[in-house]
């Protein structure tokens, strides 16, 4: 668990120290005050990445004062994490004072991490980007291989996406230089995705029931978009008159996706609204279970502006059904579903980037 | 009252310098201070002199991209070299590196970049024309491509390695474990002779 939080020059945060027990953890208050950015920063430092951006530049503090770079520090189990990141894009890791290079090697020492929001209802309703990002920041913390391949993979793709669009005939033995990657590390990608989902459906459906205390079937099928037999390579030259129609690149993992069935019926479009929120709970919850299952290290949720929109029904069963190890971060902009009686929890009530326990 | 500032001479050493890799505004002002107050020694002269016969003297080798003089190339001139087989690196400055390592004995070709369309580097803009005329008139026995493990490296090593296919010569690349993103540049003595060593057939 994550038993201290030291920000500076983090997105509204000039400085902020917070010492943090196991269990469950309430920041209260208004919008916009500040609440996420603690989750946020407790993504960062443990993942080296935000679910609410995809540049770490984003996360510096901007207005008067502020600095050329922020730096967020955790106190995760025995290790003294460190993550710093210039404005010029330069970005230091640290485990105990000491300089890691590549984040593969910070990130041996960190934990895992479950990020559940409001706009999680996106993952049933929304485009397939949200799922495959999905898919990525579960594999990215399950396989070492994932985020290197996921890298290396855009990268390419960018090349030759680039390369299709830019000459009135396409330069082919350039493009296929890079086709080459596609394929190589697409493999990869497709092979994880879909080990983890065949591990994750069983886990999702025995939520779903759990959460809408209904008899509600889910089932969760893996799109992969790279041809038959995943077939990548064969799949690009099949498609290559269309590619050089349409100029971009029309098979592969960037268009892989989920379907979700619940009660046999495709959810995004015949689901009802409450099961569709089960849904994307249930989602969550499974990741937390398959983090579990397959490492033993309970995640850390952070659980974003979540609380306050669930009906009783959900909220309790959520609370029965996350995992009782795992340490809990809450944000929420009131109580008024808190049963103080039942539930034991530290709230911090924030206010203007300002913190006070309550 | 009008601010005190440099002399326009001082001003514009800070400027030069400026231009130089790795040399912010406050690095240019810091070595202009030293370079000014350094006694005895003629430092500035003999950093001018040798600015002035740089630039005179050294050229680039075009037959394989590195360093030369008007006494020719270190390593193309050289005798007793291995001439059955040819290591294409992405630049000159990745030359010094393979030869500490003592795992090569070969010739040279320094492409002077890599295949990056997403910087505007194209092949055409890279030494590849020099490298098909240099295999047609040169019998090597094997080309290694030596090439830095990013994506780039990587594209450029396939576009090459399909180029080169008619040829009847054996290609390698380099095995795995150089650091990702760096040249050959960043790779230690022992990482660079162990993937030279570990090279696979392509
Ligand atoms: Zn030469």
Redesign the interface.
Known sequence: MLSSLELNQFRCFESLRLDLQPGLTIFVGNNAQGKTSILEAACAVLRLQSPRTSTLGDLIRMGPGAGKGFSVRGQYGDCELSLRHTAKGGRKLAVDGENQGRSSAYLRYSGLVVWIASDDLALVKGGGSTRRRYLDFMASQLFPLYRPALKAYDRALRSRNFLLKRDASPNWAQIDAYTKILIENGGVLTRHRSELVAALAPLAAASQKQISGQDESLSIEYQAASGTGDDLAAELLRRRPDELRRRQTLAGPHRDDLTFMVNDMPAAKFASEGQQRTLALALKLAQSHLFIGKTARPPVLLIDDVFGELDPDRRNALMEAWPEDSQKLVTTTHLDWLDSSRVDARIWKVDSAQLRQA | MKQVEYPAPVKQLILQLKRLPGIGPKSAERITVWLLQIQGDSVMKSIAESLATAELEIGECEVCGFFATEEGCGICDRSGRDDSVLCVVEQATDILPLEKSGAFRGFYHSLRGR????ENV??LDLRIESLITRLKSTAFEEVILALSS???G???A??LA??LAPFDIKISRLAQGLP?GGGLESADELTLFRALEGRRTV
């Open positions: 295949i990056a369309p997403l194209g092949p990013d994506v780039e990587e594209a450029t396939n576009y399909e180029l990702a």
